[in-house]
């Protein structure tokens, strides 16, 4: 079983920068994935980011170029870089994993995650 536990969350001005964590305990084998997913109220969750155990990477156009996912596979913790933050970025960012990759790159569709965390929440102000 994997627990995921997020952290760095808080609030920001337009333009600010934060960096999310994400400590993993609990073993992942073989190939793997995970990603950064966020949601706000009455909207469903929205995949933003994803790693998998290559190395390789997926974006959704809406962070892309502001938005950078890394892994410390040593500490067993995925990052989030979030830079020139906007208030339509707020909402409560969640990671997860799931116990496989996908080809050609790391799906950002939450139905096919296995493990989350419990979130935590971006507010950007104008």
């Known amino acids: 079983q994997v627990q995921l536990v997020e952290s760095g969350g808080g609030s920001v001005q337009a333009g600010g920068s934060l960096r999310l964590s994400c400590a993993a305990s609990?073993?992942?084998?073989?190939?793997?994935?995970w990603g950064w997913f966020r949601q706000t109220p009455g909207k469903e969750r929205q995949g933003i980011a994803a790693i998998d155990s290559y190395g390789d990477l997926n974006y959704a156009d809406s962070v892309k170029g502001r938005f950078t996912i890394y892994q410390d596979n040593a500490e067993n913790t995925l990052y989030l870089q979030m830079n020139s933050l906007k208030p339509e970025d707020t909402a409560m960012y969640y990671c997860a994993q799931a116990s496989r990759r996908w080809w050609p790159v790391p799906t950002l569709e939450s139905a096919r995650y296995d493990y989350w965390g419990q979130g935590t929440q971006v507010t950007v102000s104008s």
């Open positions: 609990g073993y992942m084998s073989g190939g793997y994935s």
